[in-house]
């Protein structure tokens, strides 16, 4: 990098730094911006603050990141051999993915290798992998796979560890696989002792309130299920005439969204989904006990819940129309974004704990971890089908770098999967009210550590927990079938998935 | 290939050495029907036989490998409760469905024949619906219908036709019916074309002796237009009705088959088996299933209403 380019992206920093603390106007911004040759395009500039939006997306500009002097070398010199190469990535359109789509020129202007990237929704994501790994075609270089998804395509992944070590040319300096969160490493990207993928997104229930309206009311912020469920009764009660609910859900029928919410429904009533010896244990007395928490929620809950996933959930707490929510910790800092007509109002602490007792991960099955925060993490996995695997491989590690983390962070203030991250100076300087705000990042990070809690690592779980499961649940809870009696639903489920385990071989 | 015999005697003939044999040649039919029965073999048959032979198949879920055993999904897709469900919500939404379209896209169709000043305008106007790609139209209704600040819904709400408890897309009662209206919405101008076409090709003499003899409109409309225009409405039924009975994309995009099974058609039922649960053998057979049924019900209807083309 020459002097030139130097100042311009220091000044860029400065300016964005700037405008994060909140010491210029984003017209002032903007205009800086304008100075230094960056142009915002009209989506861009809006999600400086103009619009909500889930993960609170800051529309970082390439501009802002800054490869380090040393990963620039090796990145020059490890992708030559493989500069027109053009490697491909199918994701969700989770905020990483989003960010470094954004940033993927960097990436291409170092080593001239292209990257696309396809944004698609989940169970897209789910069907393109699949029929690529059935065909062994190699379309696709790197797969997104949620932690759902990882026992079912443990075996078609390169360990990235194993290739680290197998390729030391190709390996990039001060990677540092130690740095990962341990707890995202077991509950993301391991099976057994396999790596397969690295650790790129992690979701995970916690608490958020509205500060406000609990202040209105007198009410302390909820620990545990039973305080939480008076407090949702008791503002849904006081402020249902304001159009404010107790809280808001992701209830929609049918999708893995339900599945999320009725799992941490199971395990924070100490049970699980499975048993050890590999059969379904959601119809027991805890688990029924969860289901019918979950509805008496509902009852508390905009009717809109049962047509929502996770965004509708965001949408609801964005609108003001709910006050406690325990549900992904990505919604955060879009409802801190400027424009936000709860900029400010709400908070986060741990998610609720007791008065029940957790489920013994050794009394549940397929490595199921029953805990009080459940995590929708996913990985970054190298094919083992791909035909240009040290390509890709180079594209994975830039990604999942320490300083891309970081970055990646600052433009979509979700949570970084590495250690050395939350103690980053930048993201420190962020934790402040607005756009891509970091301050939730300590609860999450004690989430993470302490109350972790995982999906079972089964081949099947893919499609039971987007299919089977939710769609059951949902007849239940639109009063479709079951006439609102949760243990003939549970009851159902445990039929059909115990079929399917028993049809798998799995026990 | 085939040689030509030279000869001593006679006139002096060009040497050939090879000529086109005859199959090949512009005479015989092969070469102009080949391209198309290519193309049909390609892209329709090998597709379908493929579904076939993948239904004849158990996918094992763990191993991923398709084992040759006939009766597996068969007899499994007649015993699975949703393929019934599935069956009865299919028939619902295209009987229903078919209906209303054909009723309002002959209504339309008798108000705009006219060539009165501004009636091409309207004509032209109608076929708007048709270019939006229908996932573009179940999100727009999506939209419409969403319990918070969908225009659809908070209109219902607010005249009291709707409780703001009751979301229509999340209720077992509505859900069909508002995916109803979005396919209404886009599919009835193509009844419209289909009928204004038919009007326009109806001889006028028998119109003018009826009303010599004093026929109202109704009448008219009852005997004269209705018998003649019989087989232009089966035609558009038939072509309609397959179309509803694939119904997908408003499915998919607005309930994806929700709530519950409430809205979950043949076709959603296969596709969530095929993107949630990648079984796509059984998903074949679903499809395969769908299939059948369309063509036993199409060639009941050209049966009864005595189709011809």
Redesign the interface.
Known sequence: MNFKNHDKQQYIIDTANAFTRKQITKREFLRKMGLAGIGFSAFGASMLGGHRRLGGLTGIDPAYATTPGQMRDFLREAGRPFAGTTIRYTSEATPPTVVANELKGEFTELTGIEVEIEIVPL??V??KA?QD??GELGTYDLYYLDQAWHATFARDTIDPVQYYNDKPELAMPDFDFADFSEPLVEGISKIGDKWVGVPFDIPIFTLMYRRDILEKHGIAVPTTYDEFTAAVQFITEAERENGIYGTGLQA????YSLECDWSQAVWGHGGSIFRADGTFSGNDAEGVAGLEWYQELLRNA???S??STWDGQF??MA?G?VALVQSWDEFFPGLDADGSDVQGLWEMTIPLIGPHTLRDRADAGYGEIPDWGHQGGSSIALSRYSKNPDAAWLFLQWVTSKEMMVQLTLGGGFAPMRNSSYADQRILDKAVVGPGTTRHLPVVLETIEKYIASEPDM??W???S??EIP??L??L?????YDGNAQACADQIAQIVDA?TA????R | MTETTITSTGPQQPRKLWTMPRWLTSEHPFPWVFPTTATLIVFGLYPILYAVWLSLHRR???T?ENQFNPEWNWSRVFADERVWDAIAVTYMYTSVAIVIQLALGLAIALLLDSERRGFGLMRALMTLPLVVPPAVTGMMFLLMY???FGVISRSLQHIGLMG????L????STALWAIMVADTWQWTPFMVLIMLAGLRALPKDPFEAAAIDGANAWQAFTRLTLPMLSKIIAIAVLIRGIDLFRVYDYVKVM????????TETLTAYAG?????????PYASAVAILTLVLVIITANIFIKVFKVRF
């Open positions: 169970e897209q789910l069907a699949t790994v059935q929609r029928s049918g999708h905009p009717a809109s049962l047509e949408q609801m609108a129309q081949p099947l893919a499609g039971l987007s299919n769609t059951e949902g007849k809870l639109t009063g479709q079938d399917a049809d798998a071989g799995l | 094992h879920p763990v991923r969403n319990n918070s703001t408890d009751t979301p897309l999340a209720t077992g309930t994806d088959g929700g709530p519950g099974t409430a969530k088996i095929y993107f949630g649960s990648a079984n796509f």
